[in-house]
């Protein structure tokens, strides 16, 4: 056995060795006749099995494969095997090799099958594949020794395999690999069997390992319909038209890319991705000196500059081009008309596209940003009122903080604003809580005159209630009026 791997090995070795020069040999409708083996490995005893397991054995055989294109094969082939069992086994011993003087029975058969192959790197001489198909196996099995005739059925198998094919000649190639096979039904079975008997659980074996070194020699035709000086059956271009240069693969040259293959190119250095008329030409419809392919702007009116894309000058990169302009040097960023002149929605003074507050109240002060000056309303605002006798009145104080968030919220149109009237626990709790909500509504009415609109604001005197000073309910503190932000 160690021999046989050994040469296994030194058979690959030199595949691989010797196998350079090959590279361009096509598959396509190429018959392959060759020969496989040498091994198989039955796997996968029975649940039930009540016997000694069968070994390793030798198979081989021919095989006959036809080339649908360049990947895929067809192939059918036909192989005598033999393995015996062992007497002395308990175990499963597929990858043991068989010996014939420890064995009480011999298993032959006729091996047959139909597969589909797919090659990768079908342009390189060493060829990963993959392969699936169905087989059916004729098997005798008979004493040993004695030759006597036990059964004799035959069997239906799927199959499934991979390995590499070195090419080590322009047309010999030796493939390495596996299949393994999983029964899948009797095709005829023993008449002596009983139906139990059949059932894959007393099988010997439910499936078979195929390793395998094989040879195949490929037959195939040498013309060279398209006149390249490269034969078919190496051509990977069989229609380049007469006249076209090719490289190795008999596929026409085209050094610029224009789609106009060389020797037929009248103009051979054309820049790439320009549009060429037949004779490979390039084409420049609006004659602003860009080809066609290549130009962006391929109708720009006659006489105006473009840039190397084709396109027309557009200095201010507003997205209408100079010729069209009418504001030339437009800010970056501002969004134009379609003179090119920028658009103020706001009418604040920055233009839309570069304002970051596009929706500013007509008059309110902006920064360069296009943004009111004014500060957002988002804390309360407490205001501690010095009151004259009997007036609920604001004093000066609180007018210029009542002027200030006047223009806020001029400013902030969508908040609101609650007006909170509070007072200490001096006097009666209902004459505080009248006192209270006069001392707001004063508020709400001094805001009314500086144009907020009265909707945008509850005025609510809450009288003797939420002491800012708990402890001592009479202290100055607690007599306020808070302005309270929502939205």
Not at 362 to 375: F, H, N, R, S, T
Not at 454 to 472: C, H, I, K, Q, W
Request: charged fraction near 25%; proline fraction near 6%.
């Amino acid at each position: 056995m160690k021999k046989l791997t050994y040469l296994g090995i030194a058979l690959l070795m030199a595949a691989f060795l010797s196998s350079g020069a090959w590279a361009q040999f096509d598959l396509t409708k190429s018959i392959g006749v060759g020969a496989k083996g040498p091994f198989w490995a039955p796997l996968l005893n029975g649940s039930e099995l009540n016997r000694e397991p069968f070994l390793m054995g030798l198979l081989g055989g021919v095989q006959f494969k036809y080339g649908l294109n360049e990947n895929i094969m067809v192939g059918v082939s036909g192989a005598y095997g033999l393995t015996y069992d062992d007497t002395t086994g308990t175990d499963d011993k597929s990858f043991s090799f068989y010996s014939s003087g420890d064995a009480s029975m011999k298993l032959t058969g006729i091996f047959t099958d139909v597969t589909g192959w797919y090659y990768f790197m079908p342009e390189s001489n060493v060829r990963p594949f993959v392969l699936a198909g169905i087989g059916i196996n004729f098997m005798k099995l008979k004493t040993e020794p004695g030759g006597v005739e036990v059964a004799s059925y035959s069997d239906l198998f799927a199959k499934g395999g991979a390995g590499v094919e070195f090419f080590v000649a322009e047309r010999i190639g030796i493939n390495v690999g596996a299949r393994f096979n999983y029964f899948l039904m009797y095709v005829q079975k023993d008449d002596a069997w009983t139906d139990e008997q059949a059932e894959s659980k007393w099988r010997a074996y439910r499936a078979y390992l195929e390793p395998s070194v094989n040879f195949t020699y490929y037959i195939g035709g040498g013309k060279d319909t398209d006149k390249d000086g490269v034969n078919d059956d190496m051509d990977m271009c069989p229609d380049t038209p007469i006249g076209a240069m090719v490289d190795m693969n008999g596929c026409p040259l085209d050094e610029d890319g224009d789609g106009v293959y060389d020797g037929l190119d009248q103009c051979p250095n054309t820049p790439r991705g320009a549009k060429v008329d037949v004779n490979g030409c390039p084409i420049d419809s609006d004659r602003d000196g860009v080809y066609d392919g290549i130009d962006r702007c391929p109708n720009t009116p006659s006489g105006v500059k473009v840039d190397r894309k084709g396109c027309p000058l557009d200095e201010d990169n507003d997205g209408v081009p100079d010729y069209k302009d009418k504001c030339a040097g437009t800010p970056r960023g501002a969004k134009v008309d379609m003179n090119g002149c920028p658009i103020d929605s706001d009418n604040d003074g920055v233009a839309d596209g570069i304002d970051r507050c596009p929706d500013t109240p007509a008059g309110a002060p902006v920064d360069e940003k296009g943004c009111p000056l004014a500060k957002p309303i988002e804390e309360p605002l407490v205001l501690h009122i010095e009151y004259a006798i009997r007036s609920v009145e604001p004093d000066a104080a609180a007018r210029m903080k009542l002027d200030d968030l006047a223009e806020r919220l001029a400013v902030y149109t969508d908040v609101k604003i609650d007006i909170n009237g509070y007072t200490d626990a001096l006097g009666s709790r209902s004459l505080n809580k009248r006192l209270s909500q006069g001392r707001a509504d004063a508020v709400k009415k001094y805001l009314q005159g500086k144009g907020i609109s009265s909707a945008r604001m509850t005025a609510t005197g809450y009288g003797e209630t939420n002491f800012l000073d708990p402890v001592n309910k009479n202290a100055k503190k607690n007599r306020r009026i808070e302005i309270v932000p929502r939205r």
